[in-house]
């Protein structure tokens, strides 16, 4: 009979096939973020209003990041945490076998969600440019992901710093050395 541990240990394990689903999705919108800024850039050629220069760029922005997803989440992760790479992490030695197995898979689904927002990020900024004026609720709410999904990628150093922000450091190395 398969138990929570057990099931938790076989959802990980789809984690890379998933991770390069996401990774493929990225690759085809980034072809289609440039097929679309080189369009809007022959609209704007035609005088047409509906092709600002503002959405030209960021949909040519947009090309760049998901065609060289590798290098836009190198970046993002130095900028924001000093590293390039995602920090790994060991579980703390007072968990059980299956404690660790938990925190483990807990750790890689946050991780799997802040590269679907970074990603989900970038959309809501060309949607937010799409219709020719600029959306503002939807630019806000891109960079939110965006930004929401760096820290998530990263979850534990952003635990970290939060844990040194509120003083919680022993709660955290109890789970997360």
Known sequence: MPTGTSILEAFSQSYPGLIRL????????????????LLKLWCRQRHEPDATAGGIALRALTCAVFLYLPAALAVGQATVFGEPTILSYVPGSALSASGQIVVRTVLGFIQLVGLWAFLWGFVLLNRAHARGAYEPGLGAKGA??????????????????????????????????
């Open 144 to 177: 939110t992901h965006i930004v929401g999904g760096i820290l998530a990628m990263n979850g534990v150093a952003t635990l970290k710093v939060a844990a040194e922000t509120f003083g919680l450091q022993a709660l955290l190395q109890y789970l997360i050395e």
């Open 22 to 37: 996401l990774t493929v999705v990225a690759y085809l919108l980034g072809m289609w973020a440039g097929g679309s800024a």
